[in-house]
């Protein structure tokens, strides 16, 4: 399963926790598993409308301390970042997810004493509380692993603008420990003078999401609602779309690279094309194009996965004349495809088998394929034609 959090509103981890409720992690489950931290606390789900939206609003409450609502009550009880550590180390969740939710209340913890110039460890949770942080960090992984989570997609996040009162007196927003723990993640103010996003909510998006951008290539199965606690002109809610990739299909990120020539030989493509392969990239073609005033050119396109982004610029920027070029990041879809060895005439040839909803696709290698037609004296469409024979009867067998 994949799913895509579309953070239209910010993202706070009491809103990615009543948006998995909504997509439907049972609440029993989510308080059987968040019992085996051992401490104290009482959790309630409830529907809401946000706009004319309904959605799922989480409440956390501390029965020692007769907790109306953790959230709202700023007199609670303040644990320090070990603490909260200690609280996991001890618990009985699996080992997976105790792992990966010290990992994430470490980051906080990091990110404000980075800030506030404390130790990691000393750092009271002020503005993100002790219980309730512990409890969506950790009800976050528990609520991936319920779905079979395997990859997670977010839309940029929008971190809202002005300034909030603190424990540490009046910060901007995005709030200092926000924005650290958003680096490298696509953010936006947007346009509600309000802290759309909080700690405990970037730190989960920023260490869950696994890329960022517009709704994936998915088949959509439920959506989920987690509301805020406040209320905008615009819904203040998170919405998730639970989902799966088509069966034997599989999706990846691709960025796609054109340039327009028209003051260089053609001649030097080849050696440029030559040079983009040797580092890794998918694809280099090239078509006919004309410029203003009719001036021929030639157009150049380079597909690559985004970790060659800076290879590719440099090499296009060094051995071409181009000043700049279109950067368009895109997803591709493809087949999941498996390597065969083929019992033929000419003996064993390698086949790529692909396979779809409705039947499956014979590619015989082409550079074994093309050997066998030379040396045989062969037409080539007559070996691709008997390999391809060769490889459909064993497949229906």
């Known amino acids: 399963m994949i799913l895509y959090c579309d953070c239209f509103s910010g993202i706070s981890g009491d809103m990615f926790l009543g948006s998995l409720i909504d997509l439907g992690l049972s ?4 308080r059987e598993e968040l019992g ?8 309630q789900a409830e529907k809401v409308k946000k706009g ?3 959605a799922t609003q989480i409440k956390i409450m501390n029965p020692e301390e007769h907790l109306h609502h953790i959230h709202h009550d700023n007199h609670h009880h303040h644990r320090p970042a070990k603490e ?16 990966k939710s010290i990992s994430l209340l470490w980051k906080i913890a990091q990110a404000e004493g980075k800030i506030h110039g404390q130790k990691p460890e000393e750092v009271f949770l002020h503005e993100v509380g002790g219980l309730d942080t512990l409890i969506d960090i950790t009800g976050a992984i528990i609520g991936l692993n319920y779905f079979q989570i395997k990859k997670v997609f977010a839309s940029a996040i929008p971190t809202g603008f002005g300034f909030i009162e603190t424990a540490h007196g009046k910060l901007p927003i995005p709030a200092p420990a926000t924005v650290e723990l958003l680096k490298g993640v696509p953010i936006k103010s947007g346009q509600i003078p309000y802290e759309l996003t909080t700690p405990t909510g970037a730190v989960i998006i920023a260490n869950l999401a696994n890329e960022f951008g517009p709704l994936p290539y998915m088949i959509i199965e439920k959506i989920g609602y987690g509301a805020g606690y406040h209320d905008f002109e615009t819904p203040n809610v998170l919405r998730l779309f639970l989902g799966r990739v088509p069966e034997n299909e599989q999706v ?13 030989s053609p001649q030097i493509i080849e ?6 392969f040797d580092i890794g990239v998918l694809d280099v073609f090239t078509a006919p194009i004309f410029m203003k005033k009719q001036r021929p050119a030639i157009q150049l396109s380079v597909i690559f996965p985004p970790h060659l982004l800076e290879k590719v610029k440099n090499i296009l920027f060094q051995e071409t004349t181009t000043l700049g070029f279109r950067v368009i990041h895109f997803h591709k879809v493809f087949l999941a495809r498996e390597d065969r060895l083929v019992d033929t005439a000419w003996g064993k040839i390698r086949v790529k088998i692909s396979k779809y909803q409705k039947g499956f696709k014979i590619t015989p290698e082409y550079e ?30």
């Open 27 to 30: 609440i029993d489950i989510l």
């Open 36 to 43: 085996k931290l051992k401490i104290p606390f009482l959790i």
């Open 52 to 54: 004319s939206i309904q």
């Open 84 to 99: 909260l550590i200690g609280i996991l180390q001890e618990s009985d969740l699996s080992p997976a997810i105790k792992e």
């Open 252 to 264: 990846e990120e691709n960025i796609l690279i054109e340039t327009n020539l028209d003051d260089m």
């Open 271 to 276: 050696y440029v094309s030559d040079k983009l």
């Open 368 to 397: 074994e394929c093309k050997k066998i037609a030379q040396k045989y004296q062969i037409p080539l469409l007559d070996v691709i034609r008997s390999i391809h024979q060769s490889a459909m009867e064993i497949i229906e067998l």
